[in-house]
């Protein structure tokens, strides 16, 4: 629409110069400023559109010199005294005209040069008085309203483009917090099944509960710690090995700082099986399991046991890489 609107004018500015009532001095002059304007608003309107909204700059230069040639072409094809005859300011329009066109397709230095070039050949040949009462004042505003439709075009999608971040931002915490819902209350019927019959059993024998029950619950409450602090980096396997090192009396911390976070399924899977079997071959009085933010290792597994003085020796050190060797 656009285009065909620009396209319009041409035609009329084009038609107003042809239809002549004083025959000019040189009349080709008149012709070749008519064919000029013409070719440079096909050029302007039509070179690189199917790509882009932005002019290519040899057709911006193109633009520019038919600017500052077209008025000087047509007033030389007349008398001084004709050159403020209504058919002989067609150009004033037609080259305020390009410099909308320059504006449009985003060459504002383009446009607002082959303005001034304007005005300067307007005053030159008619006089800034005369030039500002036959047209010219059109030709400026058509210019500063395209600049101002494009800065707030520009702006209107520049707040478009940032609500459509802001969109995609809410549906990915949406989403987030559908999958987080998902989770606790995968967890919490987790916890009923870990917690729910050592609870009902301390409930129901009113804390009179027997070592071996006491010894269910602490490792209830251990399995409850490790779903709450590190969900990711437990599986069956994991959470088995884990159980059995607590039931030969180690103490097991896990800990998910983020660590793998980024690990496409296929390789958390992969880390999962590589801890749980560290934790089978571990026999340390204290195990931490922790995975950290690093760019390199995913997961790391110290073990830490009593060497007959009052510190604890490093006995176990393994690390899991985020991508496989």
Same mark, same amino acid.
């Given at each position: 629409?656009?285009?065909?609107? &620009?396209?319009?004018?041409? +035609?009329?500015?084009?038609?107003?110069?042809?239809?002549?009532? !004083?025959?000019?001095?040189?009349? $080709?002059?008149?012709?070749?400023?008519?064919?000029?304007?013409?070719?440079?608003?096909?050029?302007? !309107?039509? /070179?690189?559109?199917?790509? *882009?909204?932005?002019?290519?700059?040899?057709?911006?230069?193109?633009?520019?010199?038919?600017?500052?040639?077209?008025?000087?072409?047509?007033?030389?094809?007349?008398?001084?005294?004709?050159?403020? %005859?209504?058919?002989?300011? $067609?150009?004033?329009?037609? *080259?305020?005209?390009?410099? =909308?066109?320059?504006? =449009?397709?985003?060459?504002?230095?383009?446009? $607002?040069? %082959?303005? &001034?070039?304007?005005?300067? /050949?307007?005053?030159?040949?008619?006089?800034? @008085?005369?030039?500002?009462?036959?047209?010219?004042?059109? /030709?400026? *505003?058509?210019? !500063?309203?395209?600049?101002?439709?494009?800065?707030?075009?520009?702006?209107?999608?520049?707040? *478009?483009?940032?609500?459509?971040?802001?969109?995609?931002?809410?549906?990915?915490?949406?989403?987030?917090?559908?999958?987080?819902?998902? @989770?606790?209350?995968?967890?919490?019927?987790?916890?009923?099944?870990?917690?729910?019959?050592?609870?009902?059993?301390?409930?129901?024998?009113?804390?009179?509960?027997?070592?071996? #029950?006491?010894?269910?619950?602490?490792? %209830? @409450?251990?399995?409850?710690?490790?779903?709450?602090?590190?969900?990711?980096?437990?599986?069956?396997?994991?959470?088995?090995?884990?159980?059995?090192?607590?039931?030969?009396?180690?103490?097991?911390?896990?800990?998910? #700082?983020?660590?793998?976070?980024?690990?496409?399924?296929?390789?958390?899977?992969?880390?999962?099986?590589?801890?749980?079997?560290?934790?089978?071959?571990?026999? /340390?009085?204290?195990?931490?399991?922790?995975?950290?933010?690093?760019?390199? +290792?995913?997961?790391?597994?110290?073990?830490?046991?009593?060497?007959? @003085?009052? #510190? #604890?020796?490093?006995?176990?050190?393994?690390? +899991?890489?985020?991508?496989?060797?």
């Amino acid at each position: 629409m656009t285009t065909a609107l &620009a396209l319009g004018f041409a +035609i009329y500015f084009a038609a107003r110069g042809i239809w002549w009532l !004083v025959q000019p001095e040189n009349p $080709w002059l008149m012709i070749g400023g008519i064919l000029l304007f013409v070719s440079a608003m096909l050029v302007a !309107v039509l /070179s690189g559109a199917s790509q *882009t909204v932005r002019m290519p700059l040899w057709a911006a230069l193109f633009t520019v010199g038919a600017a500052a040639a077209v008025p000087t072409l047509v007033s030389l094809s007349l008398e001084p005294s004709m050159r403020g %005859a209504p058919f002989a300011t $067609w150009y004033i329009g037609a *080259t305020g005209l390009l410099g =909308v066109v320059c504006v =449009v397709r985003r060459r504002s230095v383009y446009g $607002w040069t %082959a303005l &001034a070039i304007l005005v300067l /050949s307007a005053g030159l040949y008619m006089g800034f @008085e005369k030039a500002l009462s036959l047209g010219l004042v059109g /030709s400026i *505003t058509w210019v !500063v309203i395209a600049q101002m439709l494009v800065l707030f075009w520009g702006r209107a999608v520049r707040d *478009t483009e940032r609500l459509t971040d802001v969109q995609r931002g809410v549906s990915a915490w949406h989403a987030s917090q559908l999958v987080r819902q998902r @989770e606790r209350r995968v967890r919490t019927q987790r916890a009923l099944v870990i917690a729910g019959p050592v609870l009902s059993r301390t409930v129901a024998a009113r804390g009179e509960i027997t070592e071996q #029950e006491r010894l269910e619950a602490r490792l %209830a @409450e251990g399995t409850l710690r490790d779903e709450l602090r590190g969900a990711i980096l437990i599986n069956d396997a994991v959470r088995t090995m884990i159980k059995d090192a607590r039931r030969r009396g180690s103490i097991v911390t896990v800990f998910d #700082e983020g660590g793998l976070d980024g690990i496409d399924d296929e390789r958390v899977g992969e880390i999962r099986d590589e801890l749980a079997s560290v934790l089978a071959n571990a026999h /340390s009085d204290r195990v931490i399991i922790r995975a950290g933010r690093d760019d390199t +290792i995913a997961v790391t597994v110290v073990g830490r046991s009593a060497n007959g @003085e009052s #510190e #604890e020796a490093v006995d176990l050190w393994h690390e +899991i890489r985020r991508v496989a060797e």
